[in-house]
């Protein structure tokens, strides 16, 4: 267990940053499978609209550290070619 006041102070601060990363990274999470969804439902217009809703979150996600960036680029770009490869 921690003695110092430093030390203390740490642990807090990163139980704090753990639940904010947390919530952060469900957020994606969930603009994500939004994103699956309408492309497992064959719906495009739905899928475009949900993609550029997560695309936001997504990036924010990596810029707050959560995710690197290639990753979610990846993620992005992956995205983007299923929903173009679909039928209009």
């Not at 439902?41 to 949900?50: D, F, M, P, Q, Y």
Request: net charge positive; aromatic share 2%; proline share 1%.
């Amino acid at each position: 267990m921690a003695h110092s006041l430093s030390a203390k102070k740490r642990i807090r601060r990163t139980a704090r940053q753990t639940e904010v990363n947390t919530r952060r990274l469900s957020a994606v999470r969930t603009y994500t499978r939004k994103v699956e969804e309408a492309i497992t439902a064959g719906n495009k217009a739905e899928a475009e609209a949900a993609l550029r809703a997560a695309e936001p979150q997504i990036v924010r996600g990596a810029q707050k550290g959560i995710a690197r960036r290639n990753t979610t680029s990846r993620k992005i770009s992956r995205l983007s070619k299923r929903i173009k490869g679909m039928a209009a």
